[in-house]
């Protein structure tokens, strides 16, 4: 079970608001984390810091390019899961890739700092703070086991190779 305070953004957070280009030419995961969403909000940092590291949007959250950098940018600056009504699919399968959880269900009563809840692989969303209890779109069991593995690579390293996809 993982818990955390929300971090609440609108619509359409494009994966230049998520990380800037200009900051994507480098293997420095530490300047990714730097710059993480300092376009959109210049608190992003002092947020985490807070206690809020489950991100909350609404439509098509990493839309844009296939920028890849976003989700590790986010999963490194604290993120522990990232909650939308719809994800764009390239940053959805991404961040399933690097073992960042996104989880699909309507977000219009979350407020920032209300307490979630969740469990990797389960069916439902707990706001603990309004008491609200919302129906998450069920991942499919690889993608729960490839996030419980902490990504892809771990996933393919711990089950020997390809063929256990």
Same mark, same amino acid.
């Given at each position: 079970?993982?818990?955390?305070? %929300?971090?609440?953004?609108?619509?359409?957070?494009?994966?230049?608001?998520?990380?800037?280009?200009?900051?994507?030419?480098?293997?420095?995961?530490?300047?990714?984390?730097?710059?993480?969403?300092?376009?959109?909000?210049?608190?992003?940092?002092?947020?985490?810091?807070?206690?809020?590291?489950?991100?909350?949007? #609404?439509?098509?959250?990493?839309? #844009?390019?296939?920028?890849?950098?976003?989700?590790?940018?986010?999963?490194?600056?604290?993120?522990?899961?990232?909650?939308?009504?719809?994800?764009?699919?390239?940053?959805?399968?991404? %961040?399933?890739?690097?073992?960042?959880?996104?989880?699909?269900?309507?977000?219009?009563?979350?407020? %920032?700092?209300?307490?979630?809840?969740?469990?990797? #692989?389960?069916?439902?969303?707990?706001?603990?703070?309004?008491?609200?209890?919302?129906?998450?779109?069920?991942?499919?069991?690889?993608?729960?086991?490839?996030?419980?593995? #902490?990504?892809?690579?771990?996933?393919?390293?711990?089950?020997?190779?390809?063929?256990?996809?």
């Amino acid at each position: 079970m993982t818990e955390s305070k %929300a971090l609440v953004y609108g619509d359409d957070v494009n994966t230049d608001l998520i990380i800037a280009g200009k900051y994507t030419k480098t293997l420095n995961v530490q300047d990714l984390v730097d710059h993480c969403m300092e376009d959109l909000d210049p608190e992003f940092h002092s947020r985490i810091a807070d206690g809020c590291r489950i991100l909350v949007a #609404g439509k098509y959250f990493g839309c #844009g390019s296939s920028r890849e950098q976003a989700p590790v940018a986010l999963k490194n600056s604290g993120i522990v899961c990232i909650v939308a009504k719809s994800f764009s699919r390239i940053f959805y399968r991404s %961040a399933i890739n690097i073992g960042l959880p996104i989880l699909e269900c309507d977000t219009s009563g979350i407020r %920032a700092g209300d307490l979630l809840s969740f469990e990797l #692989g389960g069916s439902t969303l707990r706001d603990l703070t309004s008491g609200d209890v919302m129906q998450v779109q069920p991942l499919p069991e690889l993608m729960v086991r490839i996030l419980n593995a #902490g990504g892809l690579v771990e996933y393919i390293r711990a089950n020997g190779g390809f063929g256990t996809l």
